[in-house]
């Protein structure tokens, strides 16, 4: 398995507190991506990284922010946590050029009462 | 917007049945298509097609491109109980700095009974 972490992996919190994610790797790979997963909805792309200090918005970033200050780590932070990012939140990482082959982290299952 | 739709959705066999699942997509600037098994946990990467008609094989695991019809097919013969899991295709967009931005289905899960 690529050397992909996440912590913590099981999170609850409340309606409006902050939360931040965290994605750490050890393979030195240049792209690293987070995605949730909810049913009926398969992965969706919430930010990406393309280096460090380089982020980009993906599909469903309303209300998550993202930053890279190291190239092992990826810190995905939501702001005001609501019920609707109830979700599993995986990271993933890619070494290739174009970031196609992507390796996943275990998930971090977070509910937000 | 990219687009990508899998069917089955569910589907539930008996070991040693074949199957195949199908995957197809509406993606600007297409680069791969590629399938991920996930098992109650992490995907874990399967395959990568970049290229119409050849098939990729990985043991009882097979699976085909069609670029000119936009779809892909995973084959799985003589199937286990071991099989039984999600099956996730995704399609990579090449375009300007998509940097291999993914768009996934919704995922078809299998269930192999004894």
């Known amino acids: 398995d690529a050397g992909i972490t996440q912590s913590p992996r099981h999170k609850v919190t409340e309606t409006g507190t902050p939360v931040t994610l965290r994605c750490h790797q050890t393979?030195?790979?240049?792209?690293m991506y987070w995605y949730r997963q909810d049913p009926g909805h398969g992965l969706r792309l919430i930010h990406y990284s393309y280096g460090v200090k380089d982020t980009d918005k993906g599909e469903v970033s309303d209300g998550y922010s993202v930053s890279r200050s190291k190239t092992e780590d990826f810190l995905l932070t939501l702001e005001s946590a609501t019920s609707s990012q109830t979700s599993v939140y995986f990271c993933a990482i890619s070494e290739s050029q174009r970031g196609e082959t992507q390796y996943f982290g275990p998930g971090t299952r977070l509910l937000v009462l | 917007e990219d687009k990508v739709v899998q069917s089955p959705l569910s589907l539930v066999v008996h070991e040693g049945d074949t199957v195949t699942l199908n995957c197809s997509y509406e993606?600007?600037?297409?680069?791969?298509l590629l399938w991920y098994k996930q098992e109650k946990k992490a995907p874990t990467f399967l395959f990568m097609l970049t290229s119409s008609g050849i098939e990729k094989k990985s043991g009882r695991l097979s699976s085909i491109l069609d670029k000119k019809e936009l779809f892909s097919i995973l084959n799985i013969t003589a199937t286990q109980t071991g099989d039984s899991a999600v099956y996730l295709c995704a399609a990579s967009n090449a375009g300007g700095t998509s940097y291999g931005k993914l768009t996934f289905g919704q995922g078809t899960i299998l269930t192999v009974h004894p």
């Open positions: 993606v600007t600037n297409f680069r791969s």
């Open positions: 393979e030195n790979h240049r792209y």
